[in-house]
């Protein structure tokens, strides 16, 4: 034990002897570390958030789409298609919308001409598409049964549109589809899960029907919630439910996959991150072995008296490797320390949340102390090697 | 003349034996007999000085005396240890246990200060930090540079660091100190003064051994071994 302190000990002192020798040292397994650290750190961070997004938003929202196998120009749902989906017994809550073509969306007459061009989704929907998609209303209130019944002409407008148009919330507007004015009853928050919702106008069914559709209205989307974990079932149950006659005229799709994917995708670019910094290790390590080397043929005569003085080649030896597992310990703290750091910032400027799995810390530094100890072994051997009365020289 | 004609001094410990000892480098037709057949007796309370012409294999010979080499043929004795029969981390240990070193260029530690350097031979040792500590302090006041323990071999004059250097050589108790030429990168005055720390050193427990070129310390010793060609052609006591 008190060898072991002694040779913590010449470590030591034997680094802090030459500190920027040291500090060149350090660079290696500190940086590798830190680029390893902050790379899975960040990922992990982005994911943390991907799910934590997944986790508020739910993994149970299915969208049901009309799909035109048929070739059709527009293709529909059945009128009773909401009724359809709700005998599915894992269905929880069903809202029906339809997309309706070329309306152009205007503030106000004047400013026709510039808005004219910009493409902004109308959708007729029912009243439960708030409670289905999970998102509130920034101000004032959803379309509601009375706006169907009286056929007034409400419309809620997303969050990213109202200010694109200026709605205030809370504001008494009025915006013209079509040349046809709507009053504005609603403010809609933005929908992670949809982000086209953020600039489109909704409406009733009735409503939609008198201004703009000829025939009967027809829903030709659906988004439903199942019970947790049936998505799959769900999805599959829906197709022939919602189609009785052919299932293949409706498509299904989970909505939370497209951000699990989008996690997986950031998977590849952590390999690559962390595939340099394993290269920044191991050339640290040769820097560590190349620097180590020399400083065993500087130190010649350190070695021979220490000899001479009744060190053994293997006492030698290990001091040389105390010296590099030194570095590796410290460079493999600072890696870490360095590495958080850059996860804190990283994690900061695009608002996640820190995440930093607890085997990355010890796995770092243990990763850092067997580079430097495998980089240590050929200098600990020459310096073990050394001949005393080669090195001293006597008179 | 007869490599024994101290036999008179028998009745004191033998510390260590070369027994016809040779030791040759390279091999064939390069081969240089640096040491033929030499045998010596080093006693307690010796105090050598071995002289003798440039390469006649005085370094050869301190080299062997300090375990630090082994010899081509014969055997060498420390205490009871016949060491040229040990493997090599054994020799390390007799050495670290039984003899200390002084070197002409002094050798000391570049970045250690005195006391470091001094520590350095007590390291490996199970000693507590704070024992070492006191014994190489111990040792440095013994050759009066207490005062100089922080001060690292740059700061400090050529006797200095051969003092900071006897200093190390002691703070082990060796029972053999060993000295190559140590006054030899030094001015007539630290050379005296280092000169009296070694001869200050004579004890009946110990033997003090110096290669010198210098006739005056070859002759103000106890025994004076003088070599030619790799061979002892006299040793003689020059006073009791
Ligand atoms: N490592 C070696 N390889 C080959 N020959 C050597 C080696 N060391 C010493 N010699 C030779 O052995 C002989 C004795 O050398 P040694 O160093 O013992 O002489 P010395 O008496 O100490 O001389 P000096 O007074 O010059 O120091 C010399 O001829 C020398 O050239
Ligand atoms: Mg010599």
Known sequence: MSTFKDLVRVAFTGLLARKVRTLLLLLGPMIGVAAIIASVGLTDSAKGDLKQKVAKLGTNLIEAAASSSFGGQNPTLPTDAVERALTVKTVEKVSAVVELSNIAVTPYTEAREKFETVPIPVLAADSNLPAVLQVNLVSGRWINQFDEDSEVRAAVIGVGLAREFDVLPGENRTIELAGIPYGVVGILDSVELEPGFDNAVFISFARAEIDFLDDEVQPNKMYVRCTEGTESETSEALKTAVNLGGPQEISTDIKSEALELAAQSDRQLQMIVISMGLLAIIVGGLGIANVMSISVIQRSAEIGIRRALGHTRNIIAVQFLFEAIVVGVIGGILGVLLGMLAIFVGASIAGWVFVMASWLAPAGIILAITISILAGLYPARRAAKLEPLETLRLG | ?240
């Open chain 2, 1 to 240: 003349m007869n490599a024994s004609t101290s036999a008179d001094s028998s009745n004191l410990t033998i510390l260590m034996e070369l027994s016809h000892v040779s030791r040759v480098y390279g091999s064939g037709e390069a081969a240089v007999w640096a040491l033929r057949d030499v045998s010596l007796v080093i006693r307690a309370g010796d105090f050598v000085s071995i002289v003798g012409p440039s390469g006649s294999g005085k370094s050869t010979m301190l080299g062997l005396l300090g375990c630090l080499d082994v010899p081509t043929e014969g055997t060498i004795t420390v205490g009871d240890e016949e060491v040229t029969r040990l493997a090599d981390a054994a020799r390390t240990r007799v050495r670290g246990k039984s003899i200390g070193f002084v070197f002409q260029q002094f050798h000391l530690i570049p970045h250690l200060d005195a006391i470091g350097n001094v520590e350095t031979a007590l390291l490996y040792r199970s000693l507590k930090p704070a024992e070492r500590r006191d014994r190489a302090m111990a040792s440095l006041e013994r050759v009066g540079l207490g005062r100089r323990a922080d001060h690292r071999p740059v700061q400090l004059s050529g006797g200095e660091q051969q003092r900071v250097a006897l200093a190390r050589a002691l703070v082990t108790e060796p029972k053999i100190l060993l000295a190559d030429e140590p006054t030899g990168a030094l001015d007539t005055k630290n050379a005296a003064n280092v000169m009296e720390i070694l001869s200050g050193l004579r004890s009946s427990e110990r033997a003090v051994v110096i290669v010198t070129h210098d006739l005056d310390i070859a002759n103000s010793a106890v025994r004076k071994v003088s070599m030619l060609d790799g061979g002892i052609v006299s040793d003689e006591v020059l006073r009791s």
